[in-house]
Structures are given as C-alpha cells and as structure tokens.
C-alpha cells in the first residue's frame, strides 16, 4: 500500500488540503471557504472536518496517511504548538492548534508557519531544489518571509524569524496594516499596490484608474493596475516600477546580511512579473555588496499557491 501525507494550508480565505506522496506528487486536492469571520471555534470545526474527509478519500484510494501537516498564518511556538497570533483570523490567540487536531485525528500532527511552509516546499521540490541557502517571499495580500540556510528552516528563538514584509526601509513611509511605517509589504504586496494607485488617483494624475474613484473605487485591486499597466498606463507602470525598487532595496540588505545563493519569490504579485523584475534585480545588485550580490540569483517560484501545501507535506516526509 502506497502512503500519503495529508497536507493542509489554512488561510484568512480558504482551507486547502491534499494528500501528497512521497515524490511531491499531489494525488487529491480540495478547497472549502475559511470563513473566519464566523469565530475561530466554526473556523476549527471545518478544518477538522476537511482534514477527516481527505483521510477518508486517501484510504478509498487505497493509500495509508502517515501524517498531517499544516501551514497555519501567525507566530508558532514550536515545542508546544500554540500559535500565539494570527492577525487573518479573528479571535486567534494562544490557540493550542496541535493539541486540539490531534485530539480529534488518528495521525500524529505537525504545523509550521504558512510562510516558513511556503519556502520548504520550493526548497523540497520546486525552484529552490538543490539550493542549501536561500530566502523565500510571499507576495500577496502582505508579504511572508521563509529563511533556509545550511539545508533547514530558520525560525529563530521564538519562532518568528522570517517576518521580511516588517522589514523597514523607510522611517516616514507609508503605513503598513501592521501599524508601523515603511515596511515592505506596504509597498511590495497587493494591499500596497492598491494605495499606491489610489494615491495616485487622488492626486489626479492622468491615468484609466480615475475609473476606479467612488463609488467604484472598491473595484481596484493590483490586477488592474497591473492590466493597465500592460495597456500602456504610465501611472501604473510607475506604481509597478516603485514597488520593484523598494523590493530590490529589501533583498540587497538581505543578501548582505545572510549571503544566501538564491531568492525565490512568489504569489499573485508576482503574475505582474516583467513589470518589476528588472528593476528589483538592478536594485539589489546596485545596493548590495558586489560578492554576494553577484552569487545571488533571483527566480520566480515554480509551485505557486501550492507551493505552501507541499511544505506541509514535506513536514511530515522529514519527521517520518
């Protein structure tokens, strides 16, 4: 009988689960709403209940689950497995997310930070695959950091290493959703490329985005900037250009500082691809010491959204 890990990725919007061999190949996949606006006691409730379903339809596929793995967003303490805070999810504090799955699962249990999962599974079988130091980032709604170096995930002494969106590059910059000013993420992420058009907007610059002012202005988001920038948008390839140099700022001081031989990025920011990327990659090399920034090499993730999935599995291939 062939054996699967059951993996899982819970976000502020959906719950992803799948069962994963051994190889990294993903047999079955589903999708449920987080729906986490209903309380964390419904929001663990699906979970349990997505995590049972996938167990069932491995043993109806005739493959045994060794383990479940599950990336979870927020601080984690390791040893006891209580993630501490997790600010997509409302009313998740010092929540003992180990103990309550595997009270309620017949198989052993590991959780990992989302981001962390992320960087492991490119590491374990995507762009970051034979690399025994590199940096993963996140960019999405924020922006999430995975740090692996001499072959392992970094953590650090409570568990939060790897916060690369909190990184911050200006003092007087704009606010990130975190409260602090000048952060990566609120330049590099989706939520930052959204401000940034709608300061634009409200400047009166000239660009198609005005089509985005109240009562509509709920409507954009960064795949229409993006969009637009395609069609020639100036405004837009400028925003895109900003959010390229704050980046390339970021990965200069984390080339310097770790000497790390690859730099993978990924999520739905990264689809505006070859509109940034020559600019972060002129950036860091311009910023960072001339050595190291020659070493590094910048490549775009090859699992995407799966990619903290396959972490989640890779968790229970390594501790098994």
Not at 54 to 73: K, L, Q, S, Y
Not at 101 to 130: F, K, M, S, Y
Not at 279 to 286: C, D, G, K, L, V
Not at 291 to 306: S, V
Request: charge should be neutral.
């Amino acid at each position: 009988m062939e054996r699967c890990a059951v993996a899982v990725d819970l976000g502020g919007t959906n719950i992803r689960t799948a069962a994963i061999g051994p190889d990294a190949r993903i047999w079955i996949k589903h999708t449920e709403p987080t729906a986490a606006r209903e309380g964390r006691e419904a929001v663990l409730r699906r979970l349990v209940e997505a995590v049972q379903r996938i167990i069932a339809d491995c043993r109806a596929a005739g493959a045994e689950p060794v383990g479940v793995g599950v990336g979870t967003p927020g601080v984690i303490q390791m040893q006891s497995g209580v993630v501490t805070e997790a600010p997509n999810l409302p009313d998740w504090q010092n929540v003992p997310l180990r103990a309550i799955l595997a009270a309620c699962l017949p198989l052993p249990v590991w959780i990992e930070n989302d981001a962390n999962a992320a960087a492991l599974g490119e590491h374990w079988a995507g762009a970051g695959r034979g690399s025994e130091h590199l940096i993963c980032l996140t960019l999405g709604t924020g922006v999430g950091g995975g740090i692996i170096l001499d072959g392992k995930l970094w953590r650090g002494v409570d568990g939060s290493a790897g916060e690369i969106g909190h990184m911050s590059l200006d003092p007087r910059g704009a606010r990130c959703g975190c409260g602090r000013t000048g952060c990566l993420e609120a330049y590099a992420s989706a939520t930052g490329i959204v401000r940034m058009a709608r300061e634009a907007i409200d400047r009166g610059d000239p660009t198609r985005l005005q089509a985005f002012t109240p009562p509509s202005r709920g409507e954009l988001t960064a795949a229409r900037v993006y969009q637009a920038a395609l069609e020639g948008d100036r405004v837009a390839q400028d925003i895109w250009q900003c959010m390229g140099s704050y980046l390339g700022i970021a990965l200069a001081n984390l080339v310097n500082l770790l000497n790390v031989e690859l730099i993978v990025l990924s999520g739905g920011v990264t689809q505006a691809w070859e509109l940034f990327i020559g600019t972060t990659e002129a950036e860091m090399r311009r910023r960072a010491f001339d050595i190291p920034a020659r070493r590094a090499r910048i490549a775009r993730a090859m699992w995407g959204d799966e990619a903290g999935l396959l972490g989640a599995a890779a968790l229970i291939w390594q501790g098994v």
